[in-house]
Every structure is written in C-alpha cells, then in structure tokens.
C-alpha cells in the first residue's frame, strides 16, 4: 500500500431514525486507510450499508459518529444509475462540472473531447441519454466524473445494471484510465470477482450495522487471470466472510 494517506476513516457509525421507529444503526465503528493511488473495494451483504458508506465519503451524508479525513482537493463519483442528465446531451454532461466551475469554453471542449475519446464516446458527442445504451450512459457518468480531474473517485456499483460483456470492457477500460492517471479508486461491488479482478485490497464488512471483517491484500499480478488457482482462492476465502 502507498504510503500517503488519501482516506483515513476511524471508527465511523451511522444511525438513522425513522418515523414511529428507534434509531437504528447501519454502520458501526469502521476503520481503514486508502493510500494514494490504490484501488480498494468494498465488499459485503446486500443491504448492509456499503453505498451509505460511500456516500458519506463523498459528503452526501454526516457520520454520527467517528473521524472521517480526506487529503484530496478534487472528488468525484460515478452512481449506479447513472446520474446524468436526460435534457443535456453527452458532452454538455461532461462538460457541465466545468461549466458550474466557470472554467472557460475553449479549455472545456479541450477536456470534454479528450475524456470522448478515453471513454469511447467519440461520434456520440450530440446524442441525448435516451438515445444511449446502459453501456453508452454509464460511459458518460464515468467520462464526467473524469473531467474534473479527481484525485479520489468514488464508485458506487458502476457495473450493476450492466450486462456482462458491457460491464468486463467499461472494467478493462476503467483499469486503463486509473493506471493512465494514478487517481485513488474506491469502490463498492457485490461481486467478489470484479473486485478481485480490479483491486489492490478488498474490504470485507459485516451484514447491518456494518463493521469491517476483514482486508484483503490482492497481491496478484496485473491483469489478473480469472481463471487462475490464486484467484479462485481468494473468491472462495471471501466468499465464506460474507454473511447473508
């Protein structure tokens, strides 16, 4: 693991309340580091908190308790659904973080067309999001969330609604693009194999209130064999932590 810190969280809970009801408690005091340049995933049951936690990383929602430090000036995140909008056409939703940002239109189509081409968007630049594929739309979530240049950027199931030639090419594409930048990665799968295919360590936590079971280190050569001995291994270790 690098040694500079990117994301350090410490013992970090989250209860909510809700009408007529007790609070409840979806996550309880988890603790771990993300070093600069990794690429950690987070692994566990569903329902069990993982995009709450996500989302309380990206400033969405307030931990009620714990410590919760990031060493980055530039975030972004990639949602499950999407998150783009329907009315803007594919660069106007790349470009519209800039834009927000009053950077300049010439340096904005500098970027918008260079993230195009990374993403393999180019050709679809004046296309609406209804004129898209899932693939094509998840694409421009990924390529906006590139533009503004993040040193930390958090994914919160991109490759779930996905089928699964679409979601193994946007995975290989994504791990040329971290590679190419060296940016921080978190992100949050319920598949064991795409984390392992994808991560440095695996963060394993419990079914609600989430706490962390344990962290894997990936030491895997890149790319990795999926269907090598090491990496079966590692999927049957996994696999058995996760509690349903």
């Not at 010439?106 to 968007?121: F, P, S």
């Amino acid at each position: 693991m690098p040694n500079e810190t990117v994301l350090k969280i410490e013992d970090l809970s989250y209860r909510v309340k809700e009408e007529n009801r007790k609070d409840f408690e979806i996550l309880k005091n988890i603790s771990f580091d993300v070093g600069k340049g990794e690429f950690l995933s987070i692994v566990g049951p569903s329902g069990c908190g993982k995009s709450t936690l996500l989302r309380i990383i990206s400033g969405l929602l307030k931990p009620t308790h714990g410590r919760l430090e990031i060493n980055v000036k530039k975030m972004a995140m990639v949602f499950q659904n999407f998150a783009i909008f329907p009315w803007l056409t594919v660069s106007e939703n790349i470009e519209f973080g800039l834009k927000m940002a009053g950077m300049p239109t010439k340096q904005r189509r500098m970027i918008v067309d260079e993230k195009v081409a990374e993403v393999g968007l180019a050709g679809f630049e004046k296309k609406l999001p209804k004129e898209l594929s899932g693939g094509m739309r998840q694409r421009v979530g990924l390529a906006r969330a590139l533009a503004v240049s993040p040193e930390l950027l958090l994914m919160d199931e991109p490759f779930s609604s996905l089928d699964t030639f679409t979601a193994q090419k946007l995975r290989t594409d994504l791990l040329n693009i971290w590679e190419k930048y060296g940016m921080t990665i978190v992100m949050v799968t319920h598949l064991i194999e795409e984390a392992l295919q994808m991560s440095d360590r695996v963060v394993v936590v419990s079914k609600r209130p989430s706490s962390v079971k344990q962290i894997h280190e990936i030491n895997l050569t890149r790319p990795r064999d999926m269907r090598s001995e090491h990496f079966f291994s590692f999927i049957d270790k996994i696999s058995a932590e996760i509690e349903i």
